[in-house]
């Protein structure tokens, strides 16, 4: 598993595709991202057309560690892309769209700590090479509404377990890789 984290537009998709292009010739591309508003559709839209015609996707952000099993064909490469985004789906779907002033953040960071080690499992149980695109929330000042800090925990917490399971680990800084393991 290798891990590629920083912060926004700094470069982490790059990097995992001049990673994984070093590596595999046939890629599955998990993208976690749905669309939500025209922006957002124009995103994904041109994340889309930068990857590599011959790259499959599957798009979706349940059960990554079932996708992971059922998925991924032999002597493919898997990008992962991304945490985040991951995370948030997951956290907006499990608290029902609830308001979050009336949220219980501990359960549902158990939860989905879970979701994290299943993922983490999945991983280490595949003959092929994950990448995983995460991005590194907590370089700036505590965020002053409550869904944002608890994000940033939960998030977090879930960066350190991946960078720990993960054989490298690769911080993206104004586009420059740098190997922090």
Same mark, same amino acid.
């Given at each position: 598993?290798? #891990?590629?984290?920083?912060?926004?537009?700094?470069?982490?998709?790059?990097?995992?595709?001049?990673?994984?292009?070093?590596?595999?010739?046939?890629? #599955?591309?998990?993208?976690?991202?749905?669309?939500?508003?025209?922006?957002?559709?124009?995103?994904?839209?041109?994340?889309?057309?930068?990857?590599?015609?011959? &790259?499959?996707? &599957?798009?979706?952000?349940?059960? @990554?560690?079932?996708? @992971?099993?059922?998925?991924?064909?032999?002597?493919?490469?898997?990008?992962?892309?991304?945490?985040?985004? &991951? #995370?948030?789906?997951? @956290?907006?779907?499990?608290?029902?769209?609830?308001?979050?002033?009336? #949220?219980?953040?501990?359960? @549902?960071?158990?939860?989905?700590?879970?979701?994290?080690?299943?993922?983490?499992?999945?991983?280490?149980?595949?003959?092929?090479?994950?990448?995983?695109?995460?991005?590194?929330?907590?370089?700036?000042?505590t965020p002053e509404n409550r869904l944002a800090r608890h994000f940033v925990d939960i998030a977090g917490r879930a960066n350190q377990k991946l960078?720990?399971?993960?054989?490298?680990? &690769?911080?993206?800084?104004?586009?420059?890789?740098?190997?922090?393991?």
């Open positions: 598993m290798i #891990l590629v984290t920083g912060g926004a537009r700094s470069g982490k998709s790059a990097q995992v595709e001049k990673l994984v292009a070093g590596q595999c010739q046939q890629v #599955l591309y998990i993208a976690t991202s749905v669309v939500t508003d025209e922006e957002m559709a124009r995103r994904i839209a041109q994340h889309q057309a930068q990857r590599p015609a011959h &790259w499959r996707t &599957w798009e979706g952000y349940r059960a @990554l560690d079932r996708v @992971l099993r059922e998925q991924v064909q032999p002597g493919e490469g898997v990008v992962l892309e991304c945490i985040t985004t &991951w #995370l948030a789906n997951l @956290l907006y779907e499990a608290s029902g769209g609830a308001d979050p002033d009336t #949220l219980d953040f501990a359960p @549902l960071e158990i939860w989905l700590q879970e979701q994290v080690d299943a993922l983490i499992t999945a991983c280490q149980h595949t003959a092929a090479p994950v990448f995983i695109v995460t991005n590194e929330l907590g370089m700036s000042i960078a720990l399971a993960a054989d490298d680990v &690769w911080l993206m800084v104004s586009g420059i890789g740098v190997k922090i393991k």
